[in-house]
Structures are given as structure tokens and as C-alpha cells.
């Protein structure tokens, strides 16, 4: 795991700095809550996870559509399998935890860093959100993965859609193996600030968001909802672990959040 860079130290300091003055003018501060979650969260709703048991990746004829090579050497299948994952997402609804990620935004500055490729967390209502592997619901050309060539998409793509502006066949707007995750300077930005993370539902075995989440600012809370607290074997953060479901987990978050804002008179700045 890399170290966080000493411009990222200074900024934390300062968030720190920022937040005592506002405590000892008599201000109120609003908590900085900040969600990071995986496909645990999205479970309920019936769409399929990657990892664990049951997961898609077991299947290794499907494993290889996660790889950015797949582009070259099965175009036609790579698509015909994303469809299908996009139809399914489609057909989904937001979990409880979702909606109750959603509602404490009437009591706090919320954000979600999500892994998931699905919009449920939008279509609960939560409105800081950002997709760090991408979304299924947009597209972009092949070989032009830039906000420039991005653009909802929610029907099936098919082999011969091709983007008006650079003639190349359009591809699920998702990070594959192999390729760079877009711009983090956001997420990172997001972490220095937060008084509480709470990571749910990943294992957390995939790089770079592990390492990420060395950006968690010193002074936060932070907790890991996990019905299978083994799959965190190795935490990239000092933390408590609930070992429970995504919904189980909210339900107390949302109790534990409550006592914090009450105990530390925080609330809208």
C-alpha cells in the first residue's frame, strides 16, 4: 500500500483546523459523512456480485469479460454479457440501505465513493455521487474512455453502434482490467475531509481503492459493514467491523449517527 503525499497530510490538517474554528466560534459543523461501498449493498436488490461465494467471477468464461483484452478477442460476447448485467440493473430497485444512505442527507454532508457499476444509489436519492469502476449506464467509444465522449446509454449496445464524433464502436463506460481508473483527485479530496466513513459491503481486494482509503482523515470515525468479516482480512484502515448485512448495518449507522450529531452539537454550518 503507497503513502498518502504530503500535500494530502497538509490538507487534512487544515480540514482540521477549519473544523476546530468553527467549534470554538460557537458554529455548528456539519458532519462530513462519506459512504464507501461495493457490491454487498447492491445484493439485496437481486443483482449478481463479482467475488465470494456465487459471485460471477467463479465462472472463469465469464471472468474474462472483466478484462480489457476481451475487446480485441470477443468483442460480440463482451457486450452480449454487459447487456445483459445492464438489463438486470435496469429491473432492479434500491435496497434499504440504499434509501437510508439517501435520508441522512437530511442530517448531514453525504457523499458515496460506490465500486458498482449499477445507478441505484442515484435512483435512491443520493446526489454526491462517484462511480470509482465506471457505469453501465453510460457509454463510450473504444479508445476515447474521457468525459468528453461520455453519454447515458440504457438500451442494449450492439456490435455497429458507433459514436457520432469518433467513428469507434461504442463499449459500457466501466473500468476493465488493465485500464486506469479516471481522475481520483475528487475521491481523495473526499476522504481528507470526512469526520465518518463507513465502507460497506466490498472486500476490498482489489487496487487502487484499498489504497485509497489511506486518505481517511486521521481524526474520522471509520466502520466496516461486513456480513463476512473474514473477507477483511487485511483492513487498509484502523476501523470497527459490523458484521452484518448492508440493511442491517444502516439501520445502526443511522442510530450511530444520530448520537453523534448529538453529542458533538453538530449540524448544519
Known amino acids: 500500500m503507497h503513502k498518502i503525499s504530503s500535500k494530502a497530510k497538509a490538507y487534512q490538517r487544515r480540514q482540521q483546523r477549519r473544523k476546530a474554528l468553527c467549534l470554538q466560534a460557537g458554529m455548528e459543523w456539519p458532519l462530513q459523512l462519506l459512504f464507501v461501498t461495493g457490491a454487498g449493498i447492491s445484493a439485496a436488490s437481486g443483482i449478481s456480485t463479482f467475488r465470494g461465494q456465487g459471485g ?8 474474462r469479460f472483466s478484462h480489457v483484452g476481451v475487446l480485441d478477442s470477443d468483442r460480440e460476447g463482451f457486450l452480449a454479457f454487459h447487456n445483459a448485467r445492464r438489463q438486470q440493473i435496469l429491473a432492479s430497485e434500491p435496497t434499504l440501505a440504499h434509501r437510508l444512505v439517501a ?7 453525504v457523499r458515496v465513493i460506490t465500486q458498482n457499476i449499477d445507478d441505484l444509489h442515484e435512483r435512491a436519492g443520493s446526489r454526491s455521487v462517484w462511480h470509482w469502476h465506471g457505469s ?12 468528453k465522449y461520455r453519454r447515458p446509454w440504457k438500451k442494449d449496445i450492439q456490435l455497429g453502434d458507433r459514436c457520432p464524433l469518433t467513428g469507434s464502436q461504442l463499449r459500457p463506460d466501466i473500468v476493465l482490467f488493465g485500464e486506469r481508473i479516471n481522475n481520483n483527485y475528487l475521491t481523495r479530496k473526499w476522504l481528507c475531509e470526512s469526520d465518518m466513513v463507513v465502507v460497506i459491503g466490498t472486500s476490498l481486494q482489489v487496487e487502487p481503492v484499498a489504497s485509497l482509503l489511506r486518505y481517511i482523515n486521521p481524526m474520522a470515525q471509520v466502520l466496516y459493514i461486513n456480513p463476512e468479516p473474514a473477507a477483511l482480512s487485511e483492513l487498509p484502515y484502523p476501523g470497527k467491523i459490523l458484521p452484518l448485512s448492508a440493511d442491517a448495518g444502516m439501520l445502526e449507522i443511522t442510530a450511530m449517527v444520530e448520537v453523534f450529531i448529538k453529542v458533538q452539537s453538530w449540524g448544519g454550518c
Open 56 to 63: 460471477l467471477w467463479e465462472n472463469p468464461e465469464l471472468y
Open 103 to 109: 435520508a441522512l442527507q437530511d442530517k448531514a454532508q
Open 136 to 147: 453501465i449506464q453510460h457509454t463510450v467509444p473504444i479508445g476515447f474512455r474521457t468525459d
